[in-house]
């Protein structure tokens, strides 16, 4: 025992040498007696009364000693050299303490000589010995005298005990690990106890527990259960420990991380001081707080600006979220919100400006000088803004003036223009945005696009809506509907932006090649106008009025007085572009006018007038032959009259028999759909033979060939119908086709002629190709009101429900 050290933590006389003392009174200590038990194993002996302190069996401990009654207990002991009985009170108030005053169990002690402190107190050195259980008190006087049955606590060590001391040496262990104030002592020490009941109370002692612990613990006399309570003790203190090193370590981090920041931005300061940029930093932010103050905002951007700014101000300037910051600031500060351009509404105005620049296009015309109308009413009646803009939706082939005429529109609104393609756009971020936390994130297109326009209400063009494209990343759809309802879009929210942009004053103009790809939810909400392809005599017009003097001027000839004549514009027209607008057209009579500018230049002869002849030597030799009519009638071609992006165009169809089994085979880049309706074409004409007088034998000797010839192009769809039923009719009769013949319609197996779309431009292909006569489905003759008069005057055209019908007009007799 004498090799165990204790703290006492109490004050004391610094020249009193305390150890010199323990070790002394140590040996004393032991000399002190056990008490005898007598013939019933019971012991009988002086009580010290403790208040509220419990020392454990086989530690020493310095006592405090007050109350007369234990002097004198501790008088007569050592008078007897005699061991005495310590019990604690239950009340450590409790000056006069009787028989029920103490714990039943208490602690058989020696008691060392009385020391008198320098305050007068007195102080003596114990030694705990073995836990006694109370019997009965003997004497009641001045000091208390009790029997009592020493418990005797030397049982058999088990597995499940050895295991549990183990535990707890290990979790002890840890506690001496994490507790920087215990030495590595005391665990060593604990180790050296071989008794599980000793082990537990060394231990609680260690660990410094509260006194009603303590009580509990003196009272449970069985080692195994004191072992528990210890193991559930210990493992409290490891956990408590544990989080308070975590704790301590956090804390510890933080204060670095601070000092270390300060210091750095304390040297960031000199060193920018040093390269005289110190005030750069505090001025970009004033720089900006002050285009804040001057922009005209709505409430909640400004709200917005505000904070960030104020969030700027607070980070180190070389963080990477300046730049973020900055960025998105800059964005709300560029943003036209609540800029507007003047309307003007003055109709004849713009009637004048929209004929000044196109020709023709009169239903696109019309609906834009409607609007124009509709909003000076608006106006006049004070409902200005909210009347609900429509939607308009451009549908043409390239070239046919959409994007001028939406261009024109600004002009004669005084509004500003802006134009931006949709074109394979399949991403909904595109449209609407990334949000900031992506790396390079920006605003979607349409946000862009008004910066650009630098007004919140310009005509807004949206070219291409037919060619978005939708997959897993999102329908851009559905955004794009969400810019363009008026129900909508006063709050249109950009993922980047965050915050509402009021989009209602924006006339929103779409344009498309064909309304067949528009997505379905889109079409709904637009008023779609067409733009329906132009005949020669109208492209004639455009050019003589806009195109030709744009390109003279363009390139710097207005004073040559250069001209085109008819019959070059014709052949221009004809053999050198082939499309339903005009863009081409423009581009060779450009190149026309650069050539001559050059030789101009050059000190060459140049013409004033272009002629017919002049065109091989400006843009070589002819492009495009004209396929329409044939030569002359022959036995086995049919003119199809077809649809393409490029508007109406004809198209040869051949069929040619040799001899075989019987086998369909048809050539010319063709889509599914019109290898069908060959097939249907060739179904039907068999089950005509008879009034056609074709012997059945020869479907069964000659193999069918049909091509449709230039290749380059694809093509689909199940117009063709009734031209291959005539092509193979002719072939197979043997009886021509009538040259200036033009198809279109589908076939159905018993003959009947269904309607096919694309009448108009079809209408005005055959018409420009030299056809005289077509044949429509009688369903289509609606569509004629579209036909230019000129074309509907000159073509003659016959609608048919039957496919007899188309036989009778297209083939000739033998
Ligand atoms: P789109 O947008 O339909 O592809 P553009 O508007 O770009 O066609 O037109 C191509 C060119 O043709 C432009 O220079 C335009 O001025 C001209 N153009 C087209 N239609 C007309 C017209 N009806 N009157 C005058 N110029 C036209």
């Not at 006492?8 to 000399?31: I, V």
Request: include cysteine.
């Amino acid at each position: 025992m004498s090799d165990f050290d204790f703290d006492f933590d109490f004050d004391f006389d610094p020249d009193l040498d305390f150890e010199d003392m323990l070790e002394d009174q140590t040996e004393e200590l032991y000399r002190v007696r056990d008490l005898r038990p007598d013939s019933r194993g019971l012991i009988e002996a002086l009580v010290l009364p403790l208040r509220d302190m419990i020392v454990f069996p086989n530690m020493i401990s310095p006592l405090f000693v007050g109350r007369e009654g234990s002097l004198e207990a501790i008088f007569e002991s050592q008078a007897r050299n005699q061991t005495l009985i310590a019990l604690t009170q239950k009340d450590p108030n409790e000056n006069y303490p009787g028989p029920d005053s103490f714990l039943p169990v208490g602690v058989e002690m020696a008691v060392g000589d009385l020391l008198e402190l320098p305050d007068g107190s007195r102080s003596a050195l114990v030694q705990a010995r073995r836990r006694v259980e109370i019997v009965e008190f003997t004497q009641l006087d001045s000091y208390l005298r009790v029997r009592a049955r020493p418990i005797h606590e030397m049982i058999e060590m088990t597995d499940t005990l050895e295991a549990k001391m183990r535990s707890a040496l290990k979790l002890f262990r840890r506690c001496v690990q994490l507790n920087d104030s215990w030495p590595e002592g005391f665990y060593f020490q604990a180790r050296g106890i071989e008794y599980p009941g000793w082990l537990a109370d060394m231990l609680v002692t260690t660990l410094g527990v509260d006194i009603a612990e303590r009580k509990a613990f003196l009272l449970e006399t069985s080692p195994n259960r004191r072992l528990n309570r210890l193991l559930a003790l210990l493992a409290h203190e490891v956990r408590i420990l544990e989080l308070e090193n975590e704790i301590r370590a956090e804390t510890r981090e933080k204060v670095d991380q601070t000092q270390r920041e300060f210091y750095l931005r304390e040297k960031m300061k000199v060193i920018q001081t040093e390269l005289g940029e110190s005030d750069m930093w505090t001025s970009d932010v004033a720089e900006q707080r002050e285009q804040l103050a001057e922009k005209n905002l709505p409430e909640h951007a400004r709200a917005r600006a505000e904070k960030e700014i104020g969030r700027l101000n607070k980070i180190p300037p070389m963080s990477p979220e300046v730049g973020i910051l900055r960025n998105y600031l800059d964005w709300i500060l560029d943003l036209p919100w609540q800029e507007y351009t003047e309307d003007n509404l003055d109709v004849p105005n713009a009637a004048e400006i929209l004929d000044k620049y196109h020709y023709g296009l009169p239903r696109a015309k019309e609906r834009v000088l409607e609007y124009i109308a509709v909003k000076r009413l608006h106006l006049e009646n004070g409902r200005q803004e909210k009347a609900r803009q429509p939607i308009l939706c451009f549908v043409g082939a390239p070239g046919t003036g959409k994007t001028s005429l939406g261009n024109s529109i600004a002009e004669a609104l005084n509004r500003n223009f802006v134009r931006v393609s949709l074109g394979g756009i399949r991403d909904e971020a595109e449209i609407r945005g990334h949000r900031r936390t992506y790396i390079g994130a920006l605003p979607g297109r349409i946000l862009q696009t008004i910066r650009r326009a630098g007004s919140a209400n310009p005509v807004f063009m949206l070219d291409e809506v037919d060619k978005l494209g939708y997959d897993y990343r999102g329908d851009p759809s559905s955004a794009l509907l969400e810019t363009l309802d008026p129900e909508q879009n006063y709050a249109f929210s950009d993922h980047y932006l965050e915050i509402p942009f009021d989009l209602s004053s924006v006339m929103f103009i779409t344009t498309a090649n064909t309304i067949d790809t528009i997505p379905m939810a889109l079409l709904d909400r637009m008023e779609v106008i067409k733009f329906p392809g132009y005949i020669e005599e109208e492209k004639l017009e455009i050019a003589d009025r806009f195109l030709i003097p744009r390109q003279v001027a363009e390139n710097g000839l207005n004073g040559e007085g250069l001209h085109f004549s008819k019959g070059a514009m014709q052949r221009l027209i004809r053999e050198y572009t082939l499309e339903a607008g005009v863009r081409n057209l423009e581009r060779e009579i450009g190149r026309i006018c650069r050539k001559i500018a050059r030789a101009k230049v050059e000190g060459k002869e140049y013409p004033t007038l272009i002629r017919v002849d002049s065109l091989d030597r400006f843009l070589g030799p002819t492009r495009f032959f004209p396929i329409a009519s044939e030569e002359k009638d022959e036995v086995g071609v049919a003119t199809a009259i077809a649809w393409t992006q490029s508007g109406g165009r004809t198209m040869p169809v051949e069929v040619l028999l040799v001899e075989g089994k019987g086998r369909l085979q048809i050539t010319g880049q063709v889509g599914d759909v019109m290898t069908e309706s060959a097939q249907a074409a060739l179904t039907y004409l068999k089950s005509r033979s008879k009034q056609l007088g074709i012997p059945l034998e020869k479907y069964e000797n000659l193999d069918i060939h049909i091509h449709i010839p230039e290749g380059a192009v694809p093509k689909e769809g199940p117009s063709a119908g009734i031209t291959l039923t005539v092509a193979l009719a002719s072939a197979f009769t043997g009886r021509p086709v009538r040259k200036e013949v033009g198809l279109t319609g589908e076939i159905t197996l018993r003959g009947r002629v269904l309607p096919v779309g694309g009448v108009r431009e079809k209408v005005v292909a055959a018409h420009r190709a030299g056809l005289k006569l077509i044949v429509i489905p009688r369903k289509n003759e609606v569509d004629l009101v579209d036909v230019p008069d000129q074309a509907r005057e000159e073509l003659e055209i016959i609608p048919v429900e039957y496919m007899d019908e188309v036989l009778d007009v297209a083939l000739l007799e033998r």
